[in-house]
Structures are given as C-alpha cells and as structure tokens.
C-alpha cells in the first residue's frame, strides 16, 4: 500500500506552515465577523422567501435569489443542474382532539408528516394504542392494533450530550410508523414530536411507506411533546378514549426543480475538486433559517472569505445548493450521478446542515491517514474554539459522493438547541444569532484553505 499526497510533496516531507497558516485563518475569521455577508443572505431567504418545501414556488425563487447572490461574487461558472423532485403539499391547517367522553374533548397539536396521505375528508376518530417502539408494535399483533390508531411515544434520550445521537436514536417511529402499523390494520399512526424541550410545537418530518400499496397507506401525523404527554397521561386513566384527528395533504407528480452550483476554478490542480454546501430546500411550518439556509448561507460565505482574503485557491472549489433533501435527497443523488457520468475527481466535501448555532468544530468520514492530518490542523482553531475534530458522520447530502477515498466532512455547531427549532414553527430567523452563524462560516473558509493547500492523501495499491 502506497500512499500518495494530491497535489504538494509528501507532508511528512515538507511539514506545514503554522504561522502562515494561522495568519490566513485569522484574516478569515477578522472578515467574517466584520465584513460578512452570510446573515444578510439568510434573512432575505428566510424572510422574503420563507418556507422552502420542495417543489413549491418559494424553493424556486430561493433558487433564483441564491443564484444571484453567486452572480454577484467572483465565480468562474455558475449554473442550474435540473433534478426531478417529489412535490408534497400540505393543505389546509391539521386538526385533532382527544374525547374522554362523548362531546368532551381537549385540543392538541398535530401536523402532517411529510409524505403522508390525507385522513378520509370528515376525519378519523378511533381507539388509540400506545407504544414506544417498532418492536412493541410488532408484539400487539393485528388483534391489538387493527381498527385501532397507533400513537409512537418513544421520547428522544434526554442523557444524550449529541443531541443527534438522540434524534436517530427515536426517528424509527416517525420515518417507518405508519408503514409498519398499516400491516397490522391500523387507521392511523401519530408521532411524538422529535424534540427534547416539552412545547405546543408539532415537528414534521419525513415518513416513507415503502412498498405498500395506495390504497394500504394510512395517515400520519406528529403531535407536540406537550400533547403527547397530555395523550399517554389520558390514556392511563381511560385506554377506551377516542383520537381525532383531520388532514388534507397530498402527493402530487414530480416535478423540475434545480440544483444551485457556484464554481472557483483551481490554479494548480484543476481536476480536483472541494465542495462546500447545504441543502436549499425547508420544511414550511417556519422559514427553514437553521435548517438550512444557515448552511447554504455559510457554505456561499465560506468562498467569498477566501477571496476576499486574496487567497486563490489551487484546487476548483464548488459550492453546492442542494434541492430535496428534506424529501428524498434527489438533488444530492442527482448531483453525485453527475459527477460519476463525467468522471469528476471530489477530493473533499463538506456540509453544514446542523444550525447555525456556535460552531464546535467537525466531523469525519475518512481513512485514518487524512484524519490524523486533519487534527493536526486542530491548533488554528482553537483560538477561536472551533477545535472538536472527531471522526463519524458528515452530511446527507455529500453521502452519496463516497467512494473510499474522498474526505468527507460536516460542520458541528453546538446541538443542545437544533432540536428545539428543527422542522418546526419556530425555525425562524429571530432564532439566529448573527456573530454564531458568521463564526461557523469562518470555521468552514479555515478548513476549506487548508484541504485546498495541503490536499489529501489517496490511498492506491501498487
């Protein structure tokens, strides 16, 4: 086994230079925090445009708008890449109601789980049963569950410091739910809210009914923590209450929509390729500001910093705008079947898809060489507390660009509050604080600057 280093001599060779380094990583930083555009990018997507839902109007003029803002910057090429995208719609307000008794019921809060069909029009009322897992689902059989409408209480780990190990530890319920719970004959399947924090907020998010059938599906539905814990607290009381609950969505056919892809072309190493984005597409319960127009903000900003510090890259660095990852990830699978049609060479990707809050540092999927190169890095940032370089995980949608020898990389901004806001009312952009988001820029420019300077070691057999 050889390793062989892109682009300048072996590391091990040639060592690096700090104090160059970290003078450009400052002046990154210094531009970022007293010149930076990526708040104002993100206010108007968040507040001209809105919710971004695939598909829709508002994700075609955030097409339009985050096009124009490249257009406005030093790119070499800017363009569209067309991609088919599902196109779900969500109808009018969702309604439901737990009846104790005949015409004594309380309100709660629902919405509609992405993807799901609509309840018959004049609703569902049925006997609920409760369950924390998919497991426990299987357990009751037809004879607990048919007739019946499942509600998944299965709270995400409060323990858990990685919030996001938290989320994947409970979206089972939400994503497969209602494919499994129809199986067993029931009507309908609702969710508890994927949040640590108990509010009045429904979480939506997106569900997949596999293979079955049309007519098969069943509706689904997230209820607020608050409402959740009102449900099971009743049922404890009275397991024959009655659940109500109304919705219209539907799925209609695919339709065009577009990636958006900004290009600096490389000095040195053209053919080598670093990518940096977010996903363009939101949920459209808020304005989709941390997720994540904060990483497509960010991810325009983390090449404009390098420019303006008058560092020309050696490598062609490519931001990547992608559309449909709420819903699918068609863009990223779209863009990742581009690049293997024309043989493209993707050294490093890198995505922002976790907040805008105060960043903490990064991940990585990559061999054990690059990532002891890369915590070596890790001194630079430590000035500005950027300095958590872990290995796992990066983002969804430079997965599909993995091939054995590409780094892979995410910004990690702290997580304690993501889950309050994601794929709920409040993601808005009142939530964002300006001097965080241009701190997670910065940070994405520095890492940037370095893979582009030093490049990555491939590793060939021969």
Sequence with gaps: MKYWVLGLLLWTACGWSQGDDQKQIDAIFEESLTAGKSYDWLNYLSNRIGGRLSGSIQAEQAVKYTKNQMDSLDFDRIWLQPVMVPKWVRGTPEFAYI???PGITNNVPITALGGSVATPAGGIKARVVEVKSLEELSSLGRDGIAGKIVFFNQP?????????????????????????????????????????????????????????????????????????????????????????????CKSLSDVESNNVIGEIRGSTYPDEILLVGGHLDSWDLGDGAHDDGAGCSQSIEAVRLLLA??????????????????????????YA?????????????????????????????????????????????????????????????????KDGNIVLGGLRPDSQRYFDHHHAENDTFEHINRRELELGAAAMSGLLYLIDKYGIVINSKG
């Design 337 to 401: 079947e581009e690049a293997k049609r024309k043989g493209e060479n993707h050294i490093f990707a890198l995505e922002s898809d976790a907040g805008g809050f105060t960043p903490r540092g990064f991940s990585f999927d990559c061999s054990s060489e690059n990532l002891d190169r890369i915590l070596s890095w890790k001194p630079l940032f430590e000035p500005y507390l950027v300095h958590r370089f872990v290995s796992g995980g990066s983002g969804a949608d430079i997965g599909p660009l």
């Design 156 to 248: 995400m780990q409060p323990g858990l410091i990685n919030t996001f190990e938290a989320y994947s530890g409970a979206v089972e319920q939400r994503y497969k739910g209602a494919m499994e719970a129809a199986q067993y004959g029931a009507v309908g399947v609702i969710v508890r809210s994927l949040t640590l924090r108990l509010d009045d907020l429904p979480h939506t998010g997106f569900m997949t009914y596999g293979d079955l059938p049309v007519e098969q599906r069943i509706p689904a539905a997230a209820i607020s923590t608050n409402g959740a814990e009102l449900l099971s607290t009743t049922l404890k009381l009275d397991p024959n209450i009655r659940f109500y609950f109304k919705q219209s």
């Design 309 to 334: 510090t008058g560092y020309r890259p050696k490598r062609t660095i490519r931001v990547v705008l992608f559309m449909s990852e709420e819903i699918g990830l068609a863009g990223a699978k779209k």
């Design 99 to 101: 009846e104790s008794k």
